[in-house]
C-alpha cells in the first residue's frame, strides 16, 4: 500500500521508506494492519498531497480517491496545494485528521510571498502540514539566479579599480533581468549570494575598523562625563579616502559615540588635503568621539577581493569580483520580501524545508495559534530568520544562521491582563546572525507574556544571544557563547528599564567565552537600568565578565549560579540613586500623575495580587535596589563582587561558597559538575542539571526524560495530532553534531 502514496519509490532507500511509512501511518492516524484491514480506503482519515518542482500537465495533487497512479501528477507549487486545500473545505471534505501536503525535493523559487490566511487554518485535530520528503532537500528561495556577466571593458570603471581587481571583476545589468527595485544601501534591499553565501558591498578596510583621529567641532557635547561632539566632521589617518573622491554614493558605517549604538552614514565630502571627512546630516543622535571605529562601504573603488561587489543603483549594474567561478557556483540576487506569511491561521506545521534568499524575514507568523515551524533551516535572509506573534505557537529543531538581522522574534500574550503567549522556541542552533544590523538583533527576542525559551544553542554575533521584554518568561537551558564580539556594555541575555516586567526566569543556562569587542568587557545576564524581579538561578558561566548583573534593580535573585573564571561574578549598583535618576523620576511622576508606570496600571488586578512588591514599591525607596538576594553561589577564579558601596546596604548574600575548591568533576573539560563531597552542598546548594542543557544531540531518544521534558514544557503549543507528531519526533530534523567549543 505504501507504493499508493509514494511517487518514484523505487528510488528510495529501505530506511527512508520506512521512515515515511511511520509518518503516513502518523497523518491517517491508524496502525499498519488498521490500515489494511479496517480501512482500505486511506483518504477518510487524512488527505496527502504532494508538489513536486518537476512540471507535469495533470496536476491533481494525488487527491483523488484512487491513489494508484495519481502520485505521478503532483501539483507544481504551494499555492496549487493551499487553493486545492480552500477547495476541499468549501466542499466540507476535509478529512478527520487533516491534511499532509509533501514537497518533493527541489528548488521552489517563488515569485510573490507563500500566504495562509484564517481560511487555511487546521483544527485541533485535523492540522495543516507541510512538510519536505523525508530524505530530499526542498529550498524555498526569494530569489533569482544572475546571468549574462561579462568583463568591466569601460575605461571610466576600469580606471577607478584597483589593478589587482580588473581582471576579477564582472558585471551584469540588473534591470534587464527584472530587477529595478535595489532599496538603500545602509539595509533592506538587494543583497548578493554565490552559491549559498552572501557576498558583502566593497568595503575598506576589507576587516575591522580604522579609528577617528580626532574632531573637528568642539562644541562641548558630553554625555554622562563622555566628551564628544554633536557634528559629522572629522579627522582621519589613513591616506585611503583620496581614492574615493569620484565615488557616487560613499557610506561609513560606525560605533560613533557608544560601544552599542551603531548607525551607516553617508559621506557628504572628503578634504584630502586635511584628511577630513565631512558627513550628511541629521547627524548621529548620540554625536561622535575621538577614537571610536568606522569602516567604509558602497565604494566601487574599494572592491579589491574575493566576495565584494558594488550596485550602481542609478543605472543598475552591479559590479562583483566572484569567489569562485560563475559557471561553477551562479550568483544570485534576493528579490522577495518575505517568504512564508501567515495570517491569523491556525493549526499548521511548515516542516524539514530550507528557506533562503529574502530581503526581509523569511518566515513570518501574524497572530493565530497552534503553528509549527520546524526541523527547517533558515539562512541567507537580509532581516530576521522567523518571526512568530500569536498563540501557542511552536520553533523548534531549526538551524538559523546567515541572517541580516536576528535570529527568531516571538511576540505572545497581553502584558496588561498578563494573559499567557505560550509560544516556545526551543532545541534551535542560532548562529552567525547580525550580518549586516549588528546591534540589538539578538538571536531570539522575547515580547509579551509567559513564553518560553529553552535548549538553543546560540553564538557567533556582534550583540545580544537573547533579549527579553515582558512578564514571566522562561529562558532556561540555553547555550550561549561568543556574542557580544563587536560591542561592550552588552549582554549575552538582556533586559532593560522597566519596574513592572516581573517574575522572568532564567535558569540552567550555560554561558561562556562573553568577553566583548577587543576584551574590554562585555556581560552574561544584564539586567540593565533598574530592570526588576528576575531570577538568575542555576546558570553556569564561564568566563564571562560581570556574569549577573543587577543596574540599580530591585526584587532580583542571583541563587544557586556557578562562576568560573568570570571578572567580576556579581555586579550590583544603585544607579537611581545616582546618575540614572532620571529615569526613576519619570516613573515616579507617572505614577502620581496617572496612577500607571510605564503604561500599567500596577495598583489594579491581576498586577496587584500577583506582584505584591510592585504594588508596595512606593512604600521604602523606590529608587534603591531593594530586595535582592544573593544567595549559595559558587565562585572560583577570577573576581566575585563589584558592588557600589550605596547598593551593599540592600543587599542580602547567604552561604556563598567563594574562593574555595568546589570539587568540580573536570574543570579542565569545562564539567562543573560537583563531586559528592563537595562543599557547596553543606550550604544547600541545588545540583544543575549541566547534562541537558543545550541542544538535543540524541535526535532519536524520544523516549528519554529529557526528551518528555522538553515535550511537557511545550504542551500547551501543541494540538492534539501535532503534539503526537512532536512527541514520536517524526517529522524532526536531525541535527549533525555540533562541539561545543
Known amino acids: 500500500m505504501l507504493q499508493q502514496f509514494i511517487p518514484n519509490h523505487s528510488s528510495l532507500s529501505t530506511a527512508t521508506l520506512v521512515f515515511l511509512y511511520c509518518l503516513l501511518s502518523w497523518a491517517l492516524s491508524s496502525p499498519v494492519s488498521a490500515l489494511a484491514e479496517e480501512n482500505p480506503n486511506p483518504i477518510d482519515h487524512s488527505r496527502v498531497l504532494f508538489v513536486s518542482t518537476q512540471s507535469h500537465d495533470e496536476k491533481t495533487g494525488a487527491t483523488s480517491e484512487n491513489y494508484s497512479g495519481q502520485a505521478d501528477s503532483p501539483f507544481s507549487s504551494l499555492e496549487e496545494a493551499r487553493n486545492e486545500i480552500r477547495r476541499l473545505k468549501a466542499k466540507n471534505e476535509i478529512p478527520d485528521k487533516g491534511v499532509v501536503v509533501i514537497l518533493r525535493g527541489g528548488t521552489y523559487q517563488l515569485q510573490s510571498p507563500f500566504l495562509l490566511e484564517e481560511e487555511d487554518s487546521g483544527t485541533d485535530k485535523a492540522p495543516i502540514v507541510y512538510m519536505a520528503f523525508p530524505g530530499e532537500e526542498v529550498r524555498i528561495s526569494g530569489g533569482i539566479i544572475l546571468s549574462d556577466f561579462t568583463s568591466v571593458s569601460n575605461p571610466e570603471i576600469l580606471e577607478q579599480l584597483v589593478e589587482g581587481a580588473k581582471a576579477h571583476v564582472f558585471q551584469t545589468d540588473l534591470k534587464k533581468q527584472g530587477i529595478d527595485d535595489f532599496g538603500p544601501p545602509d539595509g533592506g534591499g538587494i543583497e548578493i549570494y554565490?552559491?549559498?553565501?552572501?557576498?558583502?558591498?566593497?568595503?575598506?578596510?576589507?576587516?575591522?575598523?580604522?579609528?577617528?583621529?580626532?574632531?573637528?567641532?568642539?562644541?562641548?557635547?558630553?554625555?554622562?562625563?563622555?566628551?564628544?561632539?554633536?557634528?559629522?566632521?572629522?579627522?582621519?589617518?589613513?591616506?585611503?579616502?583620496?581614492?574615493?573622491?569620484?565615488?557616487?554614493?560613499?557610506?561609513?558605517?560606525?560605533?560613533?559615540?557608544?560601544?552599542?549604538?551603531?548607525?551607516?552614514?553617508?559621506?557628504?565630502?572628503?578634504?584630502?588635503?586635511?584628511?577630513?571627512?565631512?558627513?550628511?546630516?541629521?547627524?548621529?543622535?548620540?554625536?561622535?568621539?575621538?577614537?571610536?571605529?568606522?569602516?567604509?562601504?558602497?565604494?566601487?573603488?574599494?572592491?579589491?577581493?574575493?566576495?565584494?561587489?558594488?550596485?550602481?543603483?542609478?543605472?543598475?549594474?552591479?559590479?562583483?569580483?566572484?569567489?569562485?567561478?560563475?559557471?561553477?557556483?551562479?550568483?544570485?540576487?534576493?528579490?522577495?520580501?518575505?517568504?512564508?506569511?501567515?495570517?491569523?491561521?491556525?493549526?499548521?506545521?511548515?516542516?524539514?524545508?530550507?528557506?533562503?534568499?529574502?530581503?526581509?524575514?523569511?518566515?513570518?507568523v501574524n497572530g493565530g495559534s497552534h503553528g509549527i515551524i520546524d526541523g527547517c533551516t533558515v539562512c541567507n535572509v537580509g532581516g530576521n530568520g522567523i518571526e512568530v506573534n500569536g498563540y501557542?505557537?511552536?520553533?523548534?529543531?531549526?538551524?538559523?544562521?546567515?541572517?541580516?538581522?536576528?535570529?527568531?522574534?516571538?511576540?505572545?500574550?497581553?502584558?496588561?491582563?498578563?494573559?499567557?503567549?505560550?509560544?516556545?522556541?526551543?532545541?534551535?542552533?542560532?548562529?552567525?546572525?547580525?550580518?549586516?544590523?549588528?546591534?540589538?538583533?539578538?538571536?531570539?527576542?522575547?515580547?509579551?507574556?509567559?513564553?518560553?525559551?529553552?535548549?538553543?544553542?546560540?553564538?557567533?554575533?556582534?550583540h545580544i544571544g537573547i533579549y527579553f521584554n515582558g512578564n514571566e518568561h522562561r529562558i532556561e537551558y540555553n547555550e550561549i557563547h561568543h556574542v557580544c564580539?563587536?560591542?561592550?556594555?552588552?549582554?549575552?541575555?538582556?533586559?532593560?528599564?522597566?519596574?513592572?516586567?516581573?517574575?522572568?526566569?532564567?535558569?540552567?543556562?550555560?554561558?561562556?567565552?562573553?568577553?566583548?569587542?577587543?576584551?574590554?568587557?562585555?556581560?552574561?545576564?544584564?539586567?540593565?537600568?533598574?530592570?526588576?524581579?528576575?531570577?538568575?538561578?542555576?546558570?553556569?558561566?564561564?568566563?564571562?565578565?560581570?556574569?549577573?548583573?543587577?543596574?540599580?534593580?530591585?526584587?532580583?535573585?542571583?541563587?544557586?549560579?556557578?562562576?568560573?573564571?568570570?571578572?567580576?561574578?556579581?555586579?550590583?549598583?544603585?544607579?537611581?540613586?545616582?546618575?540614572?535618576?532620571?529615569?526613576?523620576?519619570?516613573?515616579?511622576?507617572?505614577?502620581?500623575?496617572?496612577?500607571?508606570?510605564?503604561?500599567?496600571?500596577?495598583?489594579k488586578e491581576p498586577y496587584a495580587s500577583r506582584y505584591p512588591e510592585l504594588f508596595n514599591i512606593f512604600q521604602k525607596q523606590p529608587k534603591a535596589p531593594e530586595g535582592n538576594l544573593i544567595a549559595r553561589n559558587i565562585c572560583t577564579g577570577g573576581k566575585w563582587d563589584r558592588i557600589e558601596e550605596a547598593a551593599r546596604p540592600f543587599l542580602v548574600f547567604e552561604d556563598n561558597l567563594v574562593n574555595q575548591d568546589p570539587m568540580f568533576v573536570d574543570p579542565s573539560a569545562q564539567n562543573f559538575t560537583l563531586k559528592k563531597n563537595s562543599p557547596a552542598y553543606s550550604l544547600g546548594f541545588d545540583p544543575i542539571p549541566a547534562a541537558e542543557i543545550g541542544l538535543y544531540r540524541k535526535m532519536y531518544d524520544y523516549s528519554s526524560d529529557r526528551h518528555r521534558r522538553l515535550v511537557s514544557n511545550v504542551g500547551p503549543v501543541l494540538s492534539t495530532e501535532l503534539r503526537s507528531q512532536f512527541l514520536t519526533g517524526l517529522a524532526r530534523k536531525r541535527f549533525k553534531e555540533i562541539p561545543i567549543n
Request: hydrophobic fraction near 35%.
Open 485 to 603: 564580539l563587536e560591542s561592550n556594555d552588552a549582554g549575552a541575555i538582556y533586559a532593560g528599564r522597566d519596574w513592572t516586567q516581573r517574575e522572568n526566569i532564567i535558569r540552567y543556562n550555560y554561558m561562556h567565552d562573553v568577553s566583548g569587542f577587543e576584551n574590554k568587557g562585555c556581560v552574561g545576564v544584564y539586567l540593565d537600568d533598574m530592570f526588576a524581579s528576575a531570577d538568575i538561578y542555576g546558570n553556569i558561566f564561564y568566563k564571562v565578565t560581570a556574569a549577573a548583573f543587577i543596574g540599580g534593580g530591585r526584587d532580583c535573585t542571583i541563587e544557586n549560579n556557578v562562576f568560573v573564571d568570570c571578572d567580576p561574578a556579581i555586579h550590583v549598583d544603585a544607579r537611581a540613586l545616582g546618575w540614572a535618576h532620571y529615569h526613576a523620576d519619570e516613573w515616579i511622576a507617572e505614577a502620581s500623575s496617572k496612577g500607571t508606570i510605564l503604561g500599567i496600571d500596577y495598583r
Open 392 to 462: 501557542n505557537h511552536l520553533v523548534s529543531g531549526c538551524e538559523i544562521f546567515q541572517t541580516g538581522r536576528g535570529g527568531v522574534i516571538i511576540s505572545g500574550g497581553e502584558r496588561k491582563t498578563l494573559e499567557p503567549g505560550n509560544i516556545s522556541v526551543v532545541d534551535n542552533h542560532i548562529h552567525d546572525y547580525g550580518r549586516f544590523y549588528r546591534m540589538y538583533q539578538p538571536g531570539v527576542s522575547i515580547h509579551g507574556v509567559a513564553n518560553h525559551v529553552a535548549n538553543n544553542l546560540i553564538h557567533s554575533a556582534p
Open 194 to 364: 554565490q552559491d549559498a553565501t552572501p557576498l558583502h558591498l566593497s568595503r575598506w578596510p576589507n576587516e575591522g575598523f580604522v579609528k577617528i583621529k580626532d574632531l573637528v567641532v568642539d562644541d562641548g557635547h558630553q554625555i554622562h562625563g563622555a566628551h564628544g561632539s554633536t557634528v559629522g566632521k572629522f579627522l582621519y589617518e589613513d591616506d585611503r579616502p583620496a581614492r574615493w573622491l569620484k565615488e557616487k554614493d560613499p557610506w561609513l558605517h560606525g560605533y560613533w559615540f557608544w560601544d552599542w549604538s551603531d548607525q551607516r552614514q553617508q559621506i557628504d565630502s572628503i578634504d584630502v588635503t586635511n584628511k577630513q571627512i565631512n558627513l550628511k546630516q541629521p547627524y548621529h543622535a548620540y554625536g561622535y568621539r575621538k577614537g571610536q571605529w568606522y569602516y567604509a562601504f558602497n565604494l566601487l573603488s574599494e572592491i579589491d577581493s574575493p566576495g565584494e561587489y558594488f550596485i550602481d543603483r542609478e543605472k543598475g549594474i552591479l559590479y562583483v569580483w566572484p569567489l569562485a567561478g560563475i559557471e561553477d557556483k551562479p550568483l544570485k540576487a534576493s528579490v522577495l520580501e518575505n517568504l512564508v506569511v501567515t495570517q491569523s491561521t491556525s493549526n499548521f506545521c511548515f516542516s524539514g524545508m530550507t528557506f533562503e534568499f529574502a530581503r526581509g524575514t523569511a518566515v513570518k
